[in-house]
């Protein structure tokens, strides 16, 4: 975690090959949590791919494949105020919406 003028910034990064290699790290604010990177990863991911191209989005935290398991299922009911990372959430819930193509998330 890094904090800066009081605000604290967690890192995320994106790899892989989306018609070429593509290696992509950016700060994340809000909560300094390894989760908080995780989803922002995913989310960036989603929005960088081709939405028309097949997509496997390689992850090790289990609240995304969780949150993306139930909301394909049609259960997904977050309450909101208790997700501290909803606002990634949303825009990857977002992001995934909106692919044309099949998304594929692996632990």
Not at 63 to 88: C, T, Y
């Amino acid at each position: 975690m890094i904090t800066v003028d009081e605000v604290q910034l967690v890192g995320a990064g994106v790899t892989g090959y989306m018609s070429e290699f593509i290696r992509f790290s950016f700060s994340v604010g809000g909560p300094a949590t390894s989760q908080r990177g995780e989803m922002a990863a995913a989310a960036m991911a989603l929005d960088l791919a081709d939405p028309n191209l097949p997509l496997t989005v390689y992850t090790d935290c289990m609240s995304i494949l969780n949150a993306v398991v139930r909301w394909r299922r049609g259960d997904f009911q977050p309450r909101m105020e208790d997700e501290k990372h909803q606002d990634i959430l949303l825009d990857l819930l977002k992001n995934l919406r909106h692919r044309a193509s099949d998304t594929h998330f692996v632990w």
